[in-house]
């Protein structure tokens, strides 16, 4: 596992943003874990947070040309990563959407650059799909192209099929998804300390029963 996979998920847990115990998901699932990126909460945390997101993009060798966040969490999400990357030398362009169109002003509901040329869209999570869907098509509305979705934690479990909800978003649109840590990153992670072996196992039974290679 990529040294910087292994700090974050460190990090996560040590921001409370990664848990344990017993969560109930969106599909009805009773989970072992827990992951809320809308808790990192301060200054400090949203700036690690943005240099792991720039990290990951850098190792996936995306090209793009804007970075897009969906409302509500994709917008700090975004502007985070693209301060990441600036302290980087990399000057990347980066806008987000409102939820209701402004109907004075500037108008519309894009803030921020233009969306055109390649826009990569940055998320926390993909669970049912509904936030990448709206993303695409509002880009492919202003004439760009959807080039690829980064996300911070990929589950790697079953959406309503027999893929996850990043392999039907991959499927679906024929566009990469690329996460700063896995499903497998954490069992790794796990393994490695050998404190969380209650944890270790309960997350690898809930994987041999939800997940997906």
């Known amino acids: 596992m990529s040294d910087f996979r292994q700090a974050f998920l460190s990090f996560a847990i040590e921001q409370n943003v990664l848990c344990f115990g017993e969560f109930k998901t969106k599909a009805g699932r009773i989970s072992p874990?827990?992951?809320?990126?809308?808790?990192?909460?301060?200054?400090?945390?949203?700036?690690q947070l943005g240099e792991f997101?720039?990290?990951?993009?850098?190792?996936a060798g995306i090209k793009f040309d804007v970075l897009y966040g969906p409302a509500y969490k994709g917008i700090p999400?975004?502007?985070?990563?693209?301060?990441?990357?600036?302290?980087?030398?990399?000057?990347?362009?980066?806008?987000?959407?409102r939820k209701e169109a402004k109907d004075h002003g500037e108008g519309g509901t894009i803030v921020g650059a233009p969306l055109q040329g390649r826009v990569l869209i940055i998320d926390d999570?993909?669970?049912?799909?509904?936030?990448?869907?709206?993303?695409?098509?509002?880009?492919?509305?202003?004439?760009?192209?959807?080039?690829g979705v980064v996300i911070a934690l990929d589950r790697m479990e079953r959406g309503q099929g027999a893929l996850s909800a990043v392999q039907e978003v991959e499927a679906q649109y024929g566009m990469p998804v690329f996460a700063i840590a896995s499903l497998a990153d954490l069992l790794a992670y796990l393994h490695g300390h050998p404190n969380m072996e209650?944890?270790?196992?309960?997350?690898?039974?809930?994987r041999e029963v939800y997940g997906v290679t």
């Open 33 to 47: 874990y827990f992951f809320n990126a809308g808790l990192f909460a301060d200054g400090m945390a949203l700036k």
């Open 77 to 97: 999400l975004a502007a985070a990563t693209v301060v990441a990357l600036a302290a980087q030398g990399q000057k990347v362009p980066y806008s987000f959407n």
């Open 198 to 206: 209650q944890n270790l196992l309960a997350v690898a039974r809930y």
């Open 53 to 59: 997101y720039a990290k990951a993009i850098r190792v």
């Open 125 to 147: 999570v993909i669970s049912a799909g509904t936030s990448v869907r709206e993303s695409v098509e509002l880009i492919l509305g202003h004439g760009a192209t959807p080039a």
